[in-house]
């Protein structure tokens, strides 16, 4: 933009120019050519280093930098007069180089991994289309894309009718079912507030998401009153114990509103007893919330659908497409069974410039009123299109192949000296622990406990330092740190399972 | 995905292969050609159709279709297989037709528009990147370059120092900014709550943004305790006005918490007198939020950041790139003057699976617990490469060439018989009525009004559905509806404002 070139131009301009201010107004000041060939050389890049990379084992991972030295790298500075297009591809590539590779066949270290191609297009045409969802005539193929897989979500959840939005990740989501279930306590709160009101408590296990807690003190609730139900062995919400503990607080005089029942924990992938928590919450008339957003997708699996059993009587679910169906972050829906306009009416603000009601169509198509959110992303789009392009068994198949790669992990786990499976995994986490030679003869008293709770971290640091793969680390109940395994992408064959396996007795055995 | 030679191949596969739950685990079962292919061919469409069309004003904004029909257009429903790579183009292009053309030289309508190149190659790399920001070890550039965008923005809002995030949308900025205030008010609540506190009240203006309610609802505060402080004839606040509600509020014996001022109201453009606000937040001891989600912007012109003299004294600032600075939906930053880790203590949870203190690097890079999500897209990194190509006068420019078009608007608007200027812009919102010619000599009566309401709505179906151009109307204050028209894109020149009067003129002047 700053070239002496277009200076000169510019300055050209000005000769016969409509002037206010000092400003030339005449044509468009920026030059679109040079934008243009920007975006067509920063596609070339992506293709090369990332697109057609995606599936290269032969790859890194990641170039790990310590941060002083990456910032150094990435020449992070912002200038007075811009940078040229040369500099600019280069910052580009530069940001390639040293970004984590999440679609590389052996990142395993979250709840996100590998790329769809299809999402991936859609992006590309949400980002040039640059929407916000929150009015039919701004947004009318993101509206009705959103419903269209709104209703099909609802379907999958068993649920006769029902409502939603995309939100801005599942954290968020059970923000907007806390928030549902108060409102549909007392609508008064949303006026009044909470300071007149009995404290509120809601039900949760101990082992659910942190968002829990950080929803419970955004939202005025308190993260003391967050009522941590035990699990069992596997992680799963103990019924009886939600019995007795929703009692209890009765006794103490607060005011249970909530339980949210977790389908699919962060740590061990456990599915808590959906059915059973939901007869606790018939019984006090409590507002049951799922919180599937990482589970959630295996009610597209005919074969895994029954881990949420239950599922169907719940007032809301959270289930992020982003996770294992690889939509893209973010791309996260809250689902409501209310059909009475509830999620509008707890969140409306009536905004009279945005949602006139003398418009010329049917403004129930304007949903921006659900929201708590102006602006809105239209993260149901890439889903969409996902769905088009593989069709339901097309995602089925994605889930049964990862969740059956995850079963043979867990197999070949079993049967490797050195290695302890802590958990049979339910679905797409594996969680074990790699014990190095060293290790395997001491006796395990305090002093080993604390020696060996090093090795993951160890370990860890080598592979990202050598960028052979990513896997999270952690501890967590009465272990100390091991290694959770995920798997997701479709571009993940056995021979990665092998080599993780493989890799990690390279990288720890001298421990 | 499922045509027939891929089913063949798969059972070719079948018959030597490592079989789990009778799903093949040998190689990817994807086919990357297909799906980069289809890449290869939505990027060709999308450049067509949008990137090299962005500033063609022969284009049509919008090709309206009522919901009904548009459904079926689109082909929404999801099948149990996906449709053929032709199909699937037939999709896109429909969903590029359909939809607003936002970055069109004629959308006048919302408080984004236009097109910056930049961004959207930053954009499709983010999204073929698919990160998420909250850990140093997954997202090193995009923490590093959040890191340096935010010192730069600090150092625009004139603090020595600071600390911020970037969120989902404004909304989400003001709800921090309320968390942040009751929290330094009383930290207590984050674990107890607020059910036994004394009420807490905050205060905006009667100008502000609907977020704010919105903000008060969701985090339990209640939408009663957001007191509306009287604005001037220009949409300001009124010091007064806000130094007697303090009071007012004290002596009724609720607690008074915050103050949010607006700079660039929504509808008006206004911006409040923030330096004498700052001065009842002192004396009063509240904290000082602004809202500057669409002025804070004018920050970067140094003829126009006068408009938000006395943001150096705010707590917290709101402000959106991707609103006057085309960084594309969504780019918003809640910048913070404390540097003593509040927004960390205020949003923390800890989670030990994610944020493990015994990691190999510095965890202060692990910046995921100032936020209230989890999974956070990398919105900072498009604003950072657009400074990069357009230096902060590539900027300036872009801010300083919107108000003179605006301006030029107005000075128009003055001059033409049937155009009434409400009043005079301050920002990029022009507000206006257009008079047809049959109204101009009727007496003003209650009648009157009536049928001149309908003026805007019926001109604004007639020029959606032409697709000529897009603004938008509401009523406020004492006027029944009138045209707001905001200018943001460098696209846009002399001509298109003279098209927009122009314009009105032919579709209104029967009416």
Not at 20 to 27: A, F, R, S
Not at 213 to 225: P, S
Not at 332 to 359: I, M, P
Request: contains cysteine; aromatic residues 10%.
């Amino acid at each position: 933009m700053y070239n002496d070139e277009n200076i000169q131009k510019m300055e050209t301009l000005k000769g016969n120019a409509v002037l206010v201010d000092g400003v030339v107004l005449n044509g468009p000041i920026i030059n679109s050519n040079c934008g243009e060939k920007f975006i067509e050389d920063v596609y070339q890049i992506l293709m090369t280093e990332l697109v057609y990379k995606a599936s290269d084992t032969n790859q890194k991972v990641c170039e790990w930098q310590d941060p002083e030295p990456l910032k150094e790298l990435l020449d992070l500075n912002l200038k007075d007069f811009g940078e040229p297009h040369q500099k600019l591809l280069q910052l580009c590539k530069n940001a390639i180089k040293y970004s984590v590779k999440t679609s590389h066949p052996r990142f395993f270290n979250q709840l996100y991994a590998g790329m769809d191609h299809y999402s991936l297009a859609a992006r590309f045409i949400t980002e040039a289309l640059n929407p916000s969802v929150y009015t039919y005539e701004v947004s009318p193929v993101f509206i009705l894309t959103e419903e269209a897989i709104l209703k099909k979500m609802i379907e999958f959840l068993g649920w006769e009718e029902g409502d939603g939005i995309f939100s801005p990740g599942g954290s968020i989501s059970n923000m907007y079912a806390l928030n549902l279930a108060r409102y549909k306590y007392c609508p008064d709160i949303k006026e009044k507030g909470l300071s007149n009101t009995p404290r509120l408590v809601m039900f949760t296990s101990e082992e659910c998401h942190y968002s829990m807690k950080k929803a419970a003190a955004f939202l005025g609730i308190g993260t003391e009153n967050v009522y941590l139900v035990k699990t069992d062995d596997r992680g799963k919400m103990i019924p009886e114990e939600l019995e007795s503990q929703v009692q209890q607080a009765k006794k103490e005089g607060s005011v249970p509103f909530l339980v949210s029942g977790t389908a699919g924990t962060t740590v061990l992938g456990a599915f808590d007893p959906l059915d059973e928590i939901a007869d606790v919450c018939e019984k006090h008339k409590l507002w049951f919330h799922v919180d599937a957003s990482w589970g959630g997708s295996a009610l597209m699996s005919r074969k895994y659908r029954k881990l949420l059993h239950g599922i169907h009587r719940a007032d809301s679910v959270a289930w992020n497409p982003h996770k294992m169906l690889m939509a893209g972050i973010q791309c996260c829906a809250l689902l409501v069974k209310d059909n009475s306009g509830l999620l509008t009416r707890c969140h409306s603000a009536e905004a009279s410039y945005l949602f006139q009601q003398d418009k010329f169509y049917d403004v129930r198509f304007d949903t921006g009123d659900k929201s708590i959110q102006c602006s809105r992303r239209a993260d149901a789009f890439k889903f969409w299109m996902m769905w088009k392009a593989l069709g339901t068994t097309g995602l089925e198949e994605r889930i049964n192949r990862a969740l059956a790669l995850s079963r043979y992990l867990a197999n070949e786990i079993k049967k490797r000296d050195g290695f302890e499976l802590l958990w049979e995994p339910e679905y797409a986490n594996t969680c074990f622990w790699y014990i190095p030679p060293a290790f395997r003869n001491m006796e395990k008293g305090v002093e080993y406990w604390i020696k060996f709770s090093k090795v993951a971290p160890t370990i860890k640091e080598r592979m990202m330092k050598k960028g052979s793969m990513m896997i999270g680390y952690q501890p967590h109940r009465d272990k100390v740190n091991f290694f959770r395994h995920i798997v997701i992408s479709p571009q993940v064959s056995r021979k990665d399972m092998d080599f993780v396996l493989d890799e990690i007795e390279r990288l720890g055995r001298d421990l």
